[in-house]
């Protein structure tokens, strides 16, 4: 962080997603809901899969783990929009921007592995059931997790080392509405085109590749269970569906921000809340409705809340 020193532009400021204050209040809402409904869905996946121990399983640790870092997805990137679409002045700080840069790209590292590690699971599960104990074991389970937070965390770090000695003399306006990169980079007072194709190669390389190992696994899912059984086939297909609608959630606005040749600025924008505030709100949302088990053992935690919320009112009117 000492290059920070060496610039004199102190903070940013966001030029937002709109000066219409009609659709700005309409933004709003909508934002403050599925922020709202995403930090929700994915606290109550990690609170049933915690309390619950028919889901003490690989899949359902890894589901919880997803759901995790998608509070992180919401938080990183949701608060401060939300408060800046009621304020004229938009502002952040240099160290602001750098931090929320280098947060957005180590939740978003970790995770694309923790999908590719959730589709390694499926294909044990699907492929070899009878290995599936032994290969997914609680050991597993745990490097497998720490496996994609190093990963994340030396993505960002490695990208953050680009960009953090750049001397910033002005301007200072951020057509956006979070600080990232290829905008982050434009600003500053050198030549960054050598920069922009390392930093685009970078994240590039790590989203497109991510996506296509996800979607050769599952392809090879498909086609191993088709082997031996054709009504298998089926199942298995009903079983990833909720996994690679996911990915192409995940996936597709963050490679085309990061790959596509040309910047199209409002396509940009409205891809950035797509994936910063819908999809960590549809991926409970997805996993949950494609998974019986886990709206059973949610029913289960709502019961045991509503339980316990009557013998506290039971306990208040006997003192009362």
């Not at 870092?69 to 938080?75: A, N, P, T």
């Not at 240099?94 to 280098?102: K, L, M, N, S, W």
């Not at 990232?180 to 960054?192: E, H, N, S, V």
Request: with cysteine; aromatic share 14%.
């Amino acid at each position: 962080m000492e290059g920070v020193n060496h610039s004199v532009v102190s903070e940013f400021v966001f030029l937002g997603l709109t000066n219409s204050w009609e659709i700005q209040l309409s933004l709003f809402v909508f934002s403050s809901i599925f922020y709202l409904a995403s930090m929700m869905g994915n606290s109550l996946i990690m609170l049933t899969v915690v309390s619950d121990p028919h889901l003490h399983s690989p899949m359902y640790i890894l589901l919880a783990n997803l759901s995790f870092i998608d509070l992180g997805v919401s938080s990183v990137i949701s608060p401060k929009m939300i408060y800046d679409l009621l304020r004229k002045h938009r502002v952040i700080s240099f160290r602001g921007c750098v931090t929320q840069i280098f947060f957005i790209h180590f939740i978003g590292g970790v995770e694309m592995v923790l999908l590719i590690v959730m589709a390694f699971d499926r294909y044990v599960a699907i492929c070899k059931p009878l290995h599936y104990l032994t290969i997914m074991s609680p050991k597993m389970c745990i490097l497998f997790s720490v496996t994609s937070w190093a990963v994340g965390f030396i993505h960002s770090l490695f990208q953050l080392a680009f960009v953090v000695n750049l001397p910033f003399c002005g301007p200072n306006v951020l057509d956006s509405f979070y600080c990232d990169f290829p905008r982050f980079i434009k600003l500053a007072c050198i030549d960054t085109h050598k920069l922009k194709l390392l930093v685009s190669v970078n994240s590039g390389f790590m989203s497109v590749g991510s996506f296509f190992i996800l979607i050769i696994s599952y392809i090879v899912i498909i086609f191993t269970v088709q082997k031996h059984s054709a009504s298998g086939s089926s199942k298995a297909l009903s079983t990833l569906s909720a996994h690679v609608t996911v990915v192409v959630l995940t996936f597709g606005p963050v490679m085309f921000i990061y790959t596509w040749p040309s910047s199209f600025t409002h396509l940009d924008k409205f891809l950035s809340i797509f994936d910063a505030i819908v999809t960590p709100f549809l991926n409970p949302v997805i996993y949950t409705f494609r998974n019986q088990e886990m709206k059973m053992a949610m029913m289960r935690v709502f019961n045991q809340i509503m339980g316990y919320r009557q013998i506290i009112k039971l306990f208040h009117s006997v003192h009362s």
